[in-house]
């Protein structure tokens, strides 16, 4: 079942990232501007950050099976609305709702993960559906350039493959998904035993002093910003991650147009270059293999801030791979060379990705979903904004110097994981909601004592 949700992230990533192959075509059979075929690709990144805030509450109110059932068919269905758009209005509405179903593909997979896995065993699952993730960003353009580089297939097939390949995830997932989570299926097996005894003393705990649905759905919404506005931690880690997540969307806005440009590269050539995603994104996973096993070494000294080990180098290989890609790539220099430097820099964008996600749900515990989601939020949106100033942006700075600027702004975030690693558990002991959380966690454990 992990390897099952992985793969939907794993789609829906490679969904967002191929769309920008098929721009040459697309802007031509639909007489738009290559502006309003960008808007497509940020449309889906909001879709994306947007969605979660109400359907993961009513994922914890009627299970993540029915989600995934509904998400994986609807996804399916937005691939054929852009395969037949008559124009770019409808694209653009497509990808938005595309988005929007994805978004299941990163939100319920993480849960299911937290479902399925003790704390101390989801490290693996969870570099699994990271690579999932950015390894498919890199994947879908490889694909997706040589279809766009076929005078009879172009951007239409682009949709139509994704049609075809979600479809028959569709079906797997109707054969091998079941329900993981465990306050809706001891709800269910209660109600049943009720229905079968006549006896209402059968009760799951879930059941009692269960708030309304409006009220979780009013504090998903809300907890998300409350804890973006007030937790240093979250504040810090969701605008570093935000901002290599804009990063990574803004090379898959112009890294085609570079190498046509530098190297004379053409459609399907371009598109291969992605793949330099993808095996950065399997260097990361090696880095955070060896990440756990720091993490078993000092978590008895450090805590949760021995979680970001890996995360202190990747920010400093996070800018020096742009800056290679940003100095080499001109003609005098073998293509290889830039390529290397973008592979260093996925290879650290996969890093700051993965350790967010389980540093986040290590500090925020009862309230990680939360925190999870306002990081969501904030690295979506400036995917969102990011692509649409990206043609302009390099346009009036050329390749070299838009990318400098890049790698100097993350020159200038270096310090946030080395503050967070030396001083984190301090900036905790001052915050409410840490407080909180230790009191929940108190109260966990002398009810556990009192039991045993």
């Keep these: 079942m992990t390897i099952n949700a992985c793969a939907f992230a794993g789609l829906a990533a490679a969904a967002a990232s191929s769309y920008a192959m098929g721009y040459s075509s697309m802007t031509r059979d639909l007489d738009c501007t290559l502006f309003q075929a960008t808007i497509g690709l940020s449309m889906y990144a909001l879709g994306v950050g947007l969605a979660p805030l109400v359907t993961s509450s009513f994922s914890e109110e009627f299970g993540r099976f029915p989600f995934y059932i509904i998400s994986a068919l609807m996804f399916t269905l937005t691939h054929v609305m852009i395969a037949l758009a008559p124009n770019v209005q409808t694209v653009i509405v497509a990808r938005f709702m595309g988005g929007a179903f994805s978004s299941t593909g990163s939100t319920l997979v993480a849960g299911t993960i937290a479902d399925i896995w003790l704390p101390h065993q989801r490290g693996s699952p969870m570099s699994l559906y990271a690579v999932g993730i950015v390894a498919s960003m890199g994947l879908g353009p490889t694909i997706a350039g040589w279809i766009e580089a076929n005078p009879s297939l172009e951007w239409r097939w682009i949709q139509w493959t994704h049609a075809i390949v979600s479809g028959v995830y569709f079906i797997t997932m109707l054969l091998f998904m079941r329900e993981t989570r465990s306050a809706v299926i001891l709800t269910r097996i209660a109600r049943q035993v009720r229905k079968e005894t006549g006896d209402d003393r059968y009760r799951a705990r879930a059941e009692e002093n269960k708030p309304s649905l409006a009220s979780t759905i009013a504090i998903s919404c809300t907890r998300p910003f409350y804890l973006l506005l007030t937790e240093p931690t979250v504040q810090s880690f969701s605008l570093w991650v935000g901002f290599v997540w804009g990063v990574l ?77 940003a100095w080499t790539a001109r003609p005098d220099v073998l293509w290889v060379v830039p390529l290397i430097g973008l592979t260093l820099a996925i290879a650290a964008v996969f890093i700051i990705y993965q350790v967010v996600f389980v540093y986040l ?92």
């Excluded at 803004?250 to 095996?279: A, H, N, P, Q, W």
């Excluded at 990206?390 to 990318?403: G, I, L, P, V």
């Excluded at 975030?413 to 108190?442: C, D, H, N, T, W």
């Design 249 to 325: 969307y803004i090379l898959i806005e112009s890294v085609s147009g570079e190498f046509k440009g530098v190297y004379r590269f053409d459609v399907g050539e371009t598109g291969t270059v992605f793949i330099t995603i993808t095996i950065g994104s399997l260097l990361g996973y090696l880095a955070t293999v060896y990440q756990e096993t720091l993490y078993h070494k000092y978590v008895h000294r450090k805590g949760q801030e021995a979680r970001l080990h890996i995360a202190c180098v990747a920010s400093i290989v996070f800018p020096a791979g742009m800056l290679t890609f």
């Design 361 to 452: 749900a290590d500090c925020y515990g009862p309230y990680a979903s939360s925190a999870l989601a306002g990081q969501s939020l904030c690295r979506n949106i400036l995917a969102t904004i990011f692509p649409l100033f990206t043609t302009q942006m390099f346009d009036r700075m050329t390749y070299k110097w838009a990318n400098t600027l890049v790698a100097l702004i993350a020159v200038v975030m270096i310090p946030i994981p080395y503050i967070l690693f030396f001083y984190g558990s301090r900036i905790r002991q001052r915050s409410s909601v840490s407080k909180k959380i230790l009191a929940i966690e108190e109260e966990t454990r002398a009810t556990h004592l009192q039991k045993s």
